[in-house]
């Protein structure tokens, strides 16, 4: 049986916060690639088929620009769930 696989970068403190989930279907992560998928330049896409670049400069535009989070759970053969957490008010001083 496939085994569910979460990757969750930061606690985040307590507050209100606009969740959206995004699912697939598809293949999966594999549990040895989950923990480099946020990281510049990562890909298992052959060369020429992508830059590495979309999930990390989208962490860091939804944790540093935003304060917010992005997680990931995943099981292979099942599919992804990507979590995206933004908080509704931001202390001016974190800008």
Same mark, same amino acid.
């Given at each position: 049986?496939? /085994? $569910?696989?979460?990757?969750?970068?930061?606690?985040?403190?307590?507050? *209100?916060?606009?969740?959206? /989930?995004?699912?697939?279907?598809?293949?999966?992560?594999?549990? +040895?690639?989950?923990?480099?998928?946020?990281?510049?330049?990562?890909?298992?896409? +052959?060369?020429?088929?992508?830059?590495?670049?979309?999930?990390?400069? $989208?962490?860091?535009?939804?944790?540093?620009?935003?304060?917010?989070?992005?997680?990931? *759970?995943? /099981?292979?053969?099942?599919? $992804?769930?990507?979590?995206?957490?933004?908080?509704?008010?931001?202390?001016?001083? *974190?800008?």
């Amino acid at each position: 049986a496939a /085994e $569910s696989t979460r990757l969750n970068h930061e606690l985040m403190p307590p507050g *209100d916060y606009v969740v959206i /989930e995004l699912k697939d279907t598809g293949h999966g992560i594999a549990p +040895e690639n989950l923990g480099k998928i946020f990281e510049p330049f990562f890909t298992t896409k +052959e060369v020429g088929k992508g830059t590495g670049l979309g999930l990390s400069v $989208s962490y860091f535009i939804i944790h540093e620009n935003h304060g917010g989070s992005l997680s990931v *759970d995943s /099981e292979p053969g099942r599919g $992804s769930r990507f979590v995206i957490r933004l908080p509704l008010k931001r202390d001016d001083s *974190d800008a």
